[in-house]
């Protein structure tokens, strides 16, 4: 049986560490699985790791749609979390009806990127029965305004806003969030601040969880791999061996250390 919702708040309860990896096929989510990965996130940087585009905003609710369907044809225990594509989300009912369709073909919950500005489809969704992942620091689907990918949280009004963003997704009724690039402390304080798991992707080792891309953990990308993105692969014998030292790692807190964070 997969992992419930209940479970995942269950483990930030416990101190439990929730390790989250992002998963797109049939062979690696066996494997995952296998290793005990709490959740697979069918993320949009599929669009740039599966697809070879340069962004996630080419990536559409169909492209996640297959990859999760492969994902769950061959995996039984992790939380099935699907990434609601860039333009999916505009308003409330459009955001229902996508995240409807991702959820009747077997998704568990529903990720989708901002604060404040989404804290109301949040709620439609979540008063219609869909659990939903927030997803705050960087948001690449903004990168046509932003620019770039860079680190978020670096002053004090930051710091403010990212607080208040993290809270109004927990008000609207978000079951946990993303937290993504940011200082360790600033993942830190908001962590402390909210009740819902925080799942970090270079966002320190104080967050509930920790999620990486599965192309990045495993140096499929040297060249382009950011600094919190520990290659996992070094020093393993096998993929499977390097998924087996994620999750040691991400439970017993030692990923990630101070190489990896900000
Ligand atoms: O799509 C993805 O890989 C993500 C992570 C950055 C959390 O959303």
């Keep these: 049986m997969r992992l419930s919702v209940n479970k995942i708040l269950e483990m930030k309860a416990n101190n439990d560490k929730i390790t989250m990896l992002t998963c797109t096929d049939a062979s690696f989510a066996k494997l995952l699985d296998d290793e005990g990965i709490d959740v697979f996130l069918i993320g949009d940087s599929l669009g740039m790791v599966i697809q070879g585009f340069d962004s996630t905003i080419p990536v559409s609710i169909d492209d996640i749609n297959y990859h999760m369907e492969c994902c769950i044809r061959t995996s039984k225990r992790a939380l099935i979390l699907a990434d609601m594509p860039f333009g999916t989300y505009p308003d409330p009912q459009i955001a229902y009806e996508n995240a409807v369709f991702l959820m009747q073909n077997g998704a568990s919950m529903v990720k989708l990127e901002g604060g404040e500005n989404v804290a109301p489809i949040i709620t439609y969704l979540v008063e219609r029965g869909i659990p939903v992942c927030g997803h705050i620091g960087l948001t690449p689907q903004s990168i046509n305004l932003t620019g770039s990918y860079k680190i978020q949280g670096k002053n004090k009004d930051q710091v403010d806003k990212l607080i208040k963003d ?51 953990m495993l140096d499929v990308y040297p060249e382009k791999k950011p600094k919190f993105a520990k290659n996992f692969l070094a020093g393993s014998s096998s993929i499977k061996d390097a998924i087996k030292k994620y999750v040691e790692e991400v439970k017993n807190g030692t990923f990630p250390d101070e190489n990896y964070s900000y």
Aim: hydrophobic share 40%; charged share 20%; aromatic share 4%.
């Design 166 to 216: 993290g809270l109004s997704i927990q008000k609207a009724g978000a079951t946990m969030t993303v937290l993504e690039l940011m200082p360790s402390n600033v993942g830190k304080q908001i962590t402390e601040k909210l009740k819902i798991p925080t799942i970090g992707i270079g966002a320190g080792k104080f967050c509930d969880g920790q999620v990486l891309n599965l192309y990045d």
